[in-house]
Structure formats: C-alpha cells, structure tokens
C-alpha cells in the first residue's frame, strides 16, 4: 500500500539493478535496493504492507537557485510538454514548475544551469518536442512620486444622451519613501466629499474605475501600486450624468 496516498498496489514484478542489467528478484529484506513496475508515485513516497502502515519522513527540499522560461516551439505539441513537465515534477522534488499569471510564461525552476537543461534536453529527447528556453521577465510595477491635485471633467454629445461627470480631488503616495521595498503594494480608495454634488449611487463606479486603470500604468504597462486616491468634490448633469460616465 502507498502509505502517503492510502491506495493499495499489486507488485507485478521484482528487480535488482546492476548499472544498466536487471536481475528478476522474488523477494526483498532490510537495505536492499531493488525496483518495482508499473508503479503509480512521486519521489518520497513510501509503499508497506497494509498491516504496518508506516511512513518515512519527508526528504529536505532546498529552494531553487534558477529559473528559466520554457514553451513549445509548436502549438499542437503542448500536451506532450505539460505531460512532460508533469512527470518531471513527480520524479524530481527539487524540480518545480510555475505558471506567472502576469507575463503568461512556463517557468521551471531547479539546483542549477545543468540541471535544468537536462530537463529541456529529455523533453525533446523522450517526448520529441521542441523547445524555447528564455530568462523570465521582471514583473515591476509602477506608482507615484508625490501627491498630485486633479480637477477633471468628462462631457460628451453624440447626437442622443450626452455624458457628463466631474471629478476633483488628488492622488499621493501612500508611502512616502517608493524606494522601500516593503512598500504598501495595494492601492487605496478614499471618499472625502462634503455635500451632495456627487450623489453616492456614483461613487462606486469612480472606485471601480480607479481600481481598473491601476491594473496597467501609464509609463510602462505595469500595475500601479502604493497610490491612494482621494475624491473631494465634483459636477453632475440633471440628464447627462450617469455611472457609465463617472
């Protein structure tokens, strides 16, 4: 039984290893070495009689010391890839595989340059699929130097119902001091309004816009972090003004 996963296995064939020969066993006592088929695990996984149900501790697993970004060169070879990948990560504890959202790239990572392309090289070897390797992509991110005021009107006629929105207030760094690296990376709304000229039922699309347009900044593409904007006043129009405007 694999004691970790809890399913029983049936032992079809035994075998001692000597370099590259096999040599068919019956049995097996304490400390010997020997090799089982068509067995379903991953490295460190333990297999017992179904009486004793031990298992052995955990090996330690250093943190990866390199990355590198790997794709098919062809479309139609992806699942022969991730079917790849997939087995590696299985055999291999210190080989691990990440997906980055951000910059959509396969990352692998492992203990070092070598050991990384060997992976590469039995993908196009076992699996006959070729690969592009790459250095992963930095994600920055981007935000602002100092407080900035804003006054900023929205009107537009289309023949139809115009649009009509009105927004004042400003926008500052919610730490100071960008250059901290544990910088606040969140983004912060504020609603600082005295009176009525923005009616509530608007607010939450300026929120919602707000929120939107951090998701890609305007000097390089990245997110805007550490920025927290503060509404204080604004216009609407009897007819025009609606949450599609603001």
Same mark, same amino acid.
Do not use: C, W
């Given at each position: 039984? !694999?004691? !970790? @996963? +809890?399913?029983?296995?049936?032992?079809?064939?035994?075998?001692?290893?000597? =370099? #590259?020969?096999? $040599? %068919?066993?019956?049995?097996?006592? #304490? +400390?010997?070495i020997f090799a089982l088929f068509g067995v379903d695990c991953a490295s460190g996984e333990t297999f017992c009689d179904t009486d004793v149900k031990l298992t052995m501790t955990e090996m330690h697993v250093p %943190?990866?010391?390199?990355?590198?970004?790997?794709?098919?060169?062809?479309v139609e070879d992806l699942d022969g890839f991730l079917k790849a990948l997939a087995r590696f990560v299985r055999e291999d504890p210190t080989f691990t595989v990440n997906h980055n959202?951000?910059?959509? $790239? &396969?990352?692998?990572?492992?203990?070092?340059? /070598?050991?990384? *392309?060997?992976?590469c090289e039995r993908i196009k070897r076992e699996y006959d699929v070729d690969i592009v390797i790459? !250095?992963? @992509?930095? !994600?920055?991110? $981007? =935000? &602002?130097?100092?407080?900035? $005021? *804003? @006054?900023? /009107?929205?009107?537009?006629? =289309?023949?139809?119902?115009?649009?009509?929105a009105k927004v004042i207030g400003y926008v500052e760094p919610i730490n100071e001091d960008i250059t901290d690296p544990d910088a606040n990376m969140s983004n912060? *709304?504020? @609603?600082? /309004?005295v009176g009525q000229n923005i009616p509530n039922e608007y607010v939450p699309a300026i929120e919602k816009a707000f929120h939107e347009f951090c998701k890609k900044g305007p000097k390089t593409g990245y997110p805007v972090?550490?920025?927290r904007y503060v509404l204080r006043d604004g216009n609407t129009h009897v007819v025009d003004s609606s949450s599609m405007a603001f």
């Open positions: 039984m !694999n004691t !970790n @996963t +809890g399913k029983k296995v049936k032992v079809s064939r035994m075998v001692r290893m000597h =370099s #590259a020969d096999m $040599e %068919d066993i019956n049995e097996a006592g #304490a +400390g010997d %943190d990866p010391v390199m990355s590198l970004t790997v794709k098919p060169k062809r959202q951000e910059s959509e $790239e &396969i990352i692998i990572s492992g203990m070092g340059e /070598l050991h990384l *392309f060997v992976y790459g !250095n992963p @992509t930095v !994600n920055y991110r $981007e =935000s &602002i130097g100092q407080k900035a $005021e *804003f @006054t900023y /009107l929205h009107k537009k006629q =289309s023949g139809g119902a115009g649009q009509y912060v *709304f504020k @609603t600082a /309004l972090v550490g920025m």
